[in-house]
């Protein structure tokens, strides 16, 4: 068992496997969200959007989590969805109000750092 988790996280290498968690309950919050910040009446549109977006985001984490080895390529998804997320508050939102804004830009740039961080560290472990 120790022989495959070792083979499986690169043999001790440092990989994504420490920003799944956190990505995870990101990806958590922000499908949960409107109805955190009771904005589900005002603005419907971005309710199904993120809830849309979280999951996905959560679905990501998940598969780093199963498949470590495979998923590292796709980290730099994450920071796709998160500057979409930052975007797309006035994009799909109808005139949202500064709760929505900052809920979304601040779940949107977390995204992007631990996004980022999991695509710096893969390259960095497919250079040694």
């Known amino acids: ?3 495959r988790h070792d083979r499986v996280m690169g043999g001790g290498r440092r990989t994504t496997a420490g920003a799944d968690a956190p990505v995870f309950l990101l990806g958590l919050y922000c499908a949960v969200s409107p109805w955190v910040l009771h904005f589900t009446a005002s603005q419907p549109s971005l309710v199904t959007h993120n809830l849309v977006i979280g999951i996905a985001i959560a679905v990501l984490a998940l598969c780093f989590t199963a498949m470590p080895e495979r998923m590292t390529g796709m980290s730099i ?14 994009v799909v939102g ?3 109000d500064m709760g929505v804004i900052l809920n979304n830009v601040i779940v949107g740039g977390l995204a992007i750092v631990l996004g980022a961080a999991c695509a710096g560290l893969s390259m960095k472990n497919k250079k040694t």
């Open 1 to 3: 068992m120790r022989a």
């Open 94 to 96: 109808q005139s949202p």
């Open 77 to 90: 998804a994450i920071v796709a969805l998160g500057a979409w997320l930052i975007v797309s508050t006035w």
